[in-house]
């Protein structure tokens, strides 16, 4: 069988297996919902919020593939599978349907703040058992809050 | 409420509307399994299929952006939410953990064969309903269908 | 004289030069009322439509060139002098001055419509006359239409 | 009502506001010409003059945007309508129909040294009511004048 | 043994194979051809002719490439090789020796006229068998079909 | 001790070198303000106004560079130190802390307007003096009055 | 009135608010510092320190542009105005006029000293307070401390 | 009649000639025998080999231009016509129908290896009759032997 | 004698420069085997391997660059002569001759492995000693990690 | 005989002839010192100046071009020719052989001081003749004043 | 007194220093005579050989400064002064006014014609001396003898 | 075992794999030693040679690569390990810790003409075996003496 020989003893690979894991459905699901926003959104901020969004799913997107490869790295097995996405993910469920461009707003301030905090959780868990996965998880956090801020400026 | 005025009449709308649908779940979906089986190769052939599927993907998230953006310029709120891809996409369950190269290859064999056999159905179905949703159909099969040859063609 | 040899019998050459240069008057005319409107508007939202409108711009003036250029291939001479874009073009006449961002909006979502409608026709008109003019008219009509859900979507 | 605070006094401001409107008219349906002229063009010379042109129909398009926002920076609603262009242009009539390629040199060396002329006149009138316009003027007129150069020198 | 399981039935797959064979013949030959005249052209037109050829060139490669591949992705071994070439291509002979420039263009004329004729009839020949591959047959005939109004034009 | 040969006779040099470094001053806290505006600016129309004062910051950049480049041309050391922007910047004070959208727009228009109105005045005092710096007042003012114009049309 | 919230508490909060702030004052007047040396250098190293300084000028706009968002992501207004450049750098004065080459390295060695000094300080502080400004922190002091080795050595 | 006046005399002339007559057969019958392969090869390494084969058609398809315009060059009209290449190549019958991977490597193995063998005469038949042609012939047969090493690797 | 003032106390820069000077060996080593395996390896996944040993050259030297200017950036002289390099690298002797692509794998996952075991003790070893080293050290265990886990992979 | 219509009356155009001429044999031959001192200069500074003479080497060249096509723009035949350039040319006298880097950068002081101070007295006496013209001359003033600033900052 | 030590015995070294002086002449003056023609010449096809003719000055400029710095790396100081290229240029005079498009080509086969002779004569004598300049000569050849072969063509 | 069949009898082999295997030496160390002193200079000239040296670094990296896998092709196994490097380079020892500018420019001198001096005799020795390696060593050997010229030019 398939081992990787991990750089990490168990006990803390356990807690960089699961925060890696965690951040993964975190950011699939930050990307889709930031899609489903960016086809449903309507109203005079139409299309200011609409690139804006694509901007979130690049970033959504190359975060996911570095933790994905990064939990390969460490010999354990990503799961970044739409079932696994829906039942684990830590954004709260998104309305179907058209999207007012205010509420757009308020719903990625809510999607990002949701994310962010558990991203800050695993810079704390991480900081001993793996500073290299510290690092990523710092580095995407940096990215998020950024994203944050301007969605939550746009409320002003 | 908000209602983009639709050039088709009602019956050939939702004929559209359900094949794009199920077009948009397909590719969302097609995007994320080829996205875990990147993750999850292992074997000799590894970093081949790992920079394939990445092909895949490209294919898959641009040909759902199309799709989704195509119903709602007719009107129709597109879902491409991880519940609803879950729950209604065309490809069947994919394993979780690590997958030999030679799996893989079949993996993405069976998956892109349901996606390209329901994406044809959709061809002939929109064919007199919108020409021009006919015509996106017909360019995501071709590409489907390069792809599908190119995994069969490894598996000779 | 110079005669192209036209690949089209005569009836279907008729009805295909004639959906060839309304398109190219409609194409001419939506470019410059687009550019217009570019220069014209005002308020809040002037940033967001006058880079929008550029985008429409861009689309127009590709697909001119590629109806006139058909028309020529068909050996039919293209007409897209002022003159006959003043005095043949499918989209309503453009008040000059300023123009208020919503108004803006409004005006775009009128003339693109009235194109659309116009490409929509030629669609079904050139079906049989002529499928590779056909498949241009297509490829214009998923574009127009595509900019007139965005500037709907404004509406909303 | 929307009014920009224009730099300049009214007499000044009349002045420009003339010129720039005169130089936006010219150089939109030098476009046109330009493109029609690239259309319709046969003979040995075809691929020569047909590429030729195009260079002509950027250096008008860039021009043209070029006045319009200069005049809306004037606080001027600058107008380049299809039936202000038919209307006011100071290029003469352009036929209808194929254009032998000696023709089509000749056609632009008239059409140029019409628009030419009239830039020139715009050079001298705007000189101390706008300096600022004035250095727009003498630039356009610097790329026009080697067009001409051009046409004229395939006629030597 | 190797098979690709073919979305088509039989009796289409037969129709469409030789449609994309005998494109494939023609396309290879066109771009050995429009070679063969780019480095043989001679006379006062010949760098503008060299130039236009390898326009066709790449048109031809790029479309040659398609049709092979779409044949193997239905399943159907492609055979581009220069003996079935030179015994099955749709172009007549060409002459060997310098080529005077008038003679290049009306070379080119009838070449494009031939593969164009053939492929206007695998256009509509396999529009019910496959309209994947008729789309593509379809962009083909427009590229060619531009390429022949010029080289027609410049006979003008 | 260096010195650079001037150019200029003595009185011209003087009239030259002082409009130019009121210009680097006035450009350098352009440069600033837009950044600190681009920093705070919050409310629905952020994301647009955000990226609008990025092109501000870049003028105000490029042309600073030219200006105190121009004045070392001319033998004159250009001074854009800190102290001596906070001390003779024509631009007014600007508050500190967050700035709502509309009146960011206002606080752009105004900065706009002192900066322009000392450039136009820049223009006229070195017509005679020094042609080659004029040309360059006379081209950044079109950048800045280009600038003005949009904020203005924001107001409207 | 606008409140962003926060991810850290109130005491972290403050500390890291200087710590920004500080950087951002830092940042924006070495920028200014080495657009001032860069213009007015003399001596035979001109242009090689010419080249030089604006690397250094690249360096600091972007990282104030890091900061300065940084601190609005967290809810602090940044302020980066002339005036309180002018009142609160880390940066000594420096003197008005030409700058002999040899000295112009002295002065970037002293400023970059300067700055490096105060930011290793905002590395140790905000540590525990916010990783990802301290990450920020690391990485501008990672590339001043490189800039800082090259003037250094050109004093070897 | 067309005549080059050649630098070379006859004897020199008539060796160089068929020297570069025959070297662009080949080339271009590798370019179409590469082609064949990258269409039809199938097998586990399918993708990798399919990609490398590309890498062969661009270099003979760069040489083949290369070597028939050294020909014109010297006065000599160079013969690349299908029937040409189909009647004259260096490299032997390729079967057609699908190629398993391992079998693709020993067919480039063995086409190369002919071409090289060839060229390598070339190189020596030019050296006194041409240093300008035989300096391509080196340079191609560098590119060639580089090429016949990878596949030759393949096999160990 | 040059002296850069180093920002550490004498006893944290030793830690820190031994760290750094060992890691430029390694590195530069690391890039030496990779090239000699680039150009040993043969076998039926010659290509892949070829083409991936290219990445680690990249990151190696990439990264030996960045260590050894950060030695210089502390006032400490990095050593990356040949000699140094054979006689203290942490990466055991590589056999000369071909080396089947197996074979290659494997050497590559004991050579990453060697040097980032080494990579992550410096981790630890400079946290309190100088957080600027140590994060360039996690940014290279972080890449060099993920070629290790893909050379695993291929091991699967 | 080729007569193109000149825009300017008798006077003006031999005014403007003799600047453009006059401008076309310094620019040429600037070019031309600059390239031969790019080639023999030596001594420390080898490097800088060597890299520096290319930029004046761009400016020179540019600008020659732009001079000599307005001339034919203007009717005017250019007379770039290497015999008018070596005596027409306002540049004095340049020394063969290798240059000692402290003399080169002299020699450019030179050589630039004389081709400047004849172009401003061309800005001058075209003013009224041709604004045009006038435009031209004024930017490459510039262009060349500031090259002449860097080589006397070189000698501070 | 600076002196490169030369890699050739003096004998030699005179032998390759004559012909690199010699080539960058006729380069030089190569790349005024087409610079001269592309401004003068007029007639049908003015375009199709302005262009042309700066595809010679860009292979005269590139090659000319290879044979100058080659020159330099032997120890011998090049000479491409104006006056040098006017007394010892092999290229014959050339008329001054415009020239018409036949003649054009004409002289370029002559210029052309005699450069490629004294080309040849320098590649023979260098091959035992220098077979490093030798190849230079060998490259320049080929670029010079393909432009040659077009020029000649056009005559055909 | 693998065995490629060599172009080339017995023993040209040798005399050509012996240039390859030492030309292979000394151009990994030329890339060493040339890193070794980029990062060790020091002194007023630092950055200028700084930027020198890994232009250097760039010939010798391209270099040593194309030798290799030349070796490889020919069938001999090359050998670039630190270990060969360190024991049979061409290149004297090179000392450690930091180099003053003016002593790095000596040492490059010193280093560049040990390798090119051997590079000479391999381009003699090649002549006859193996004009295609040959050709190769004619190519290092300019562009190496190219950088050796300028550095003894900077000792000028």
Do not use: C
Request: proline share 3%; glycine share 8%.
């Amino acid at each position: 069988m398939y081992v990787v020989k991990s750089p990490l003893p168990d006990a803390d690979l356990k807690t960089v297996a699961e925060a890696l894991q965690g951040a993964l459905v975190d950011l699939v699901d930050l990307s889709l919902v930031a899609k489903q926003v960016h086809w449903n959104v309507i109203g005079p901020r139409f299309r200011s919020i609409h690139l804006q969004l694509d901007d979130v799913v690049d970033t959504a997107r190359l975060h996911s593939d570095t933790v994905a490869e990064r939990a390969a790295t460490l010999g354990v097995s990503p799961d970044g599978r739409a079932v696994t996405v829906a039942n684990t993910s830590g954004i709260g469920e998104t309305a179907a349907g058209w999207i007012q461009d205010k509420d757009a707003v308020g719903m990625l301030v809510t999607a990002l703040g949701a994310v962010i905090s558990r991203m800050r959780e695993r810079v704390g868990s991480t900081a001993d058992a793996d500073p290299v996965s510290q690092d990523i998880f710092i580095g995407i956090t940096a990215d998020l809050e950024k994203h944050h801020w301007m969605f939550q400026a746009e409320n002003g």
